[in-house]
């Protein structure tokens, strides 16, 4: 695994990044591998984070702790729009702007990730993709950023390698889709940079990759690091 830099304010100490609606941890690696100090936060117990973590309201908590923490990422649900939940007829709380709004009152750079179909709430997303960072996964996820955070993505190259269809195995050479009951969950894992997860982890997490460039990016407009 990418050791994780070693990048300290003035103070000393490693910036703290808040993580809300953490799940499993797939956001949190990627800071931690960009040199942060990660606590996650979230409504459900999450033993296979592999970080500090609280159980609580994440919204709650942004409001009440938020400005504590140099940078939050937030990973509100994206049931509310995934394509597949709308399909089964599932209804599922709307939390972008709850969490927005909760974010807003810290004074503190942060990003809002989800899916596409949230793309009309979010403002000016950025989209980041698997191939960007060499991940044999598409995996579109936008990135909202707030508070001062300016963020771009790498170079979108075609799609040109074939994916394999939702659930099914993957062909060698093909790319996964790591979505809904899928198989493979050992090579998921190695696609994906996540040997802790599970099932249900995997298909709902951000690859670490992503949030590795998206505290990069901080970290070089905050504190006078290279990107």
Not at 108 to 117: D, F
Not at 177 to 185: A, E, K, L, P, R
């Amino acid at each position: 695994m990418t050791q994780p830099t070693d990048i300290r304010s003035h103070s000393g100490r490693l910036p703290r990044l808040l993580d809300a609606f953490c799940c499993q941890g797939g956001a949190g690696m990627g800071y931690h591998l960009a040199g942060f100090d990660v606590t996650g936060v979230d409504l459900a117990p999450q033993p296979r984070y592999p970080f500090r973590f609280i159980q609580a309201d994440a919204v709650a908590f942004i409001r009440e702790h938020g400005a504590a923490f140099d940078f939050i990422h937030a990973s509100p649900p994206c049931q509310h729009d995934s394509e597949c939940q709308r399909l089964r007829g599932n209804a599922h709380p709307d939390l972008i702007a709850p969490t927005r709004a909760a974010l807003e009152t810290t004074g503190r750079p942060w990003a809002i990730e989800n899916v596409r179909g949230a793309v009309p709430k979010l403002q000016q997303p950025v989209m980041l993709c698997g191939p960007m960072f060499g991940l044999a996964t598409y995996r579109h996820r936008y990135f909202e950023p707030g508070g001062g955070l300016v963020l771009t993505a790498p170079d979108h190259l075609p799609h040109t390698v074939p994916q394999a269809k939702m659930g099914r195995p993957v062909p060698p050479g093909w790319y996964g889709q790591y979505i809904g009951n899928f198989s493979g969950v050992d090579q998921a894992r190695q696609v994906m940079g996540v040997p802790w997860m599970n099932r249900d982890g995997i298909r709902e997490c951000l690859p670490p990759a992503y949030t590795q460039h998206v505290g990069t990016a901080f970290l070089a407009t905050r504190l006078g690091v290279a990107a």
